[in-house]
């Protein structure tokens, strides 16, 4: 058996900071993760979910009368300018304004909700606060949230989108 014979101290050696970069990567990454955790805002879970998922119902109903009133609808864009024409199969009178709700599915914060104006005949317009490009989930309503249409749109698309209500919902 053979003794080294070099004194050199074990911090001067390569092994042990080879043993312990292992560990130290992991608990700087693990640092990083809890701090991208407290400083982001994921926004996709609801504070009042519950209240959220007992107006579901309510909501299913609206699609059902939208159904039964037969309304048909394209939502066209140029630019910030968005044109709407709504159709309906029955003697349905049409209301002065409609809303319009663009949400992102994932992002809540660029959700929109555009008022309508009737321009008559059906055609109602109303104007994008911010551009959007990609894909969103459309609803159009009436002002006292009797019906509403429902559908996704990717909004970089040159076909309107053409939604339809299906009845008995």
């Known amino acids: 058996m ?36 407290v400083v982001s805002n994921d926004g996709l879970v609801a504070d009042d979910y519950y209240k959220q998922g007992l107006a579901v119902n309510q ?18 864009r140029a630019g ?15 209301e002065q304004a ?11 914060g660029q959700d929109q909700s555009i008022q309508m104006v009737s321009e008559g005949q059906g055609f109602y317009s109303g104007k994008l606060a911010v551009e959007v490009s990609g894909r969103w989930l459309v609803s159009i309503e009436d002002p006292a949230g009797q019906w509403r249409l429902q559908g ?12 339809a209500a299906k009845a008995g919902k």
Request: glycine share 6%; proline share 5%; charged share 25%.
């Open 2 to 37: 053979t003794m080294r014979s070099d004194n050199r101290p074990w911090y001067k050696e390569r092994w042990p900071w080879l043993l312990m970069a292992g560990p130290a990567v992991v608990i700087l990454a693990g640092v990083v993760t809890a701090w991208l955790a």
């Open 59 to 76: 909501q299913l109903h609206r699609d059902s009368q939208a159904g039964s009133l037969g309304l048909h609808a394209d939502v066209m």
């Open 80 to 94: 910030a300018n968005v044109r709407l024409l709504l159709r309906s199969e029955g003697d349905v009178k049409l």
């Open 98 to 108: 409609l809303t319009l709700k663009l949400s992102h599915p994932t992002r809540a």
């Open 152 to 163: 996704e749109w990717q909004a970089d698309s040159e076909e309107p989108l053409k939604l």
